[in-house]
């Protein structure tokens, strides 16, 4: 059974705290993708990566980083955590061989900045 | 810029039949796709169609492609209360980005 999998289901930080979220996948797919979930508003990409060590900006970079070592691993980061990052965040993954680019979801982390 | 636009919310009676809408505005995506979410859950591809089809069915799923109004729905025949979930609307070029929208939370009332 294909998996992404996410390091927590549910996060409470301090504003300004340094925040890391990781995401795995087993399936060997190149691409990887962060996005955030807000009510109304649907998915937004921050981040992709579609090589070990390559990353390219989504549609709302600031206030992220992201950092892809491994090819199964892809970590998105909040260099100092503010309260409008208050969200649920997803990883995704997808595989270049696929002729329709399906996108495999990990659980979300729902992450509260206080 | 691209966009997704799908509306917020849908409620039906059990065993009736949903239809969820949803207009794009690039013309270029060569694939639409239905992802559907359950309470908890990361999204799952529920179905997609290519952009070179009328229509594609599968199952209690049909999806119809409207290209020239930029138009695509999802009906769900004999809705089930295990249907209900959000479902998201997207396209794309096959390549590395997706347009999703902002999902339909579906109500199915028992």
């Known amino acids: 059974d294909v998996k992404v999998t996410q390091s927590s289901r549910y996060l409470v930080k301090r504003t300004g705290e340094k925040v890391f979220l990781e995401c795995v996948q087993d399936?060997?797919?190149?691409?990887m993708f962060w996005y955030r979930q807000d009510p109304g508003l649907g998915l937004r990409l921050i981040y992709f990566s579609y090589d070990v060590k390559m990353k390219e900006k989504g549609d709302i970079p600031e206030g992220y980083s992201v950092s892809r070592e491994k090819k199964e691993r892809f970590s998105l980061i909040l260099e100092s955590a503010s309260t409008n990052q208050t969200s649920m965040y997803l990883c995704?993954?997808?595989?270049?061989?696929?002729?329709?680019?399906?996108?495999?979801f990990g659980p979300g982390t729902r992450l509260t900045v206080l | 810029g691209e966009d997704v636009e799908q509306s917020l919310f849908l409620s039906v009676r059990e065993g009736d039949s949903s239809v969820i809408n949803c207009t794009y505005t690039d013309s270029s995506s060569t694939y639409l796709y239905w992802y559907k979410q359950e309470p908890g859950a990361g999204l799952q591809l529920l179905t997609y169609?290519?952009?070179?089809?009328d229509m594609k069915q599968d199952q209690r799923l049909t999806v119809l492609l409207n290209k020239k109004d930029k138009h695509l729905s999802l009906r769900i025949a004999d809705t089930q209360t295990g249907d209900s979930a959000i479902y998201f609307c997207?396209?794309?070029?096959?390549?590395?980005?997706?347009?999703f929208g902002a999902g339909t939370r579906l109500f199915v009332k028992a």
């Open positions: 399936m060997d797919h190149e691409n």
């Open positions: 997207a396209g794309g070029t096959g390549g590395f980005k997706t347009i």
């Open positions: 995704a993954s997808s595989s270049i061989a696929g002729s329709y680019n399906e996108q495999f």
């Open positions: 169609i290519f952009s070179n089809m």
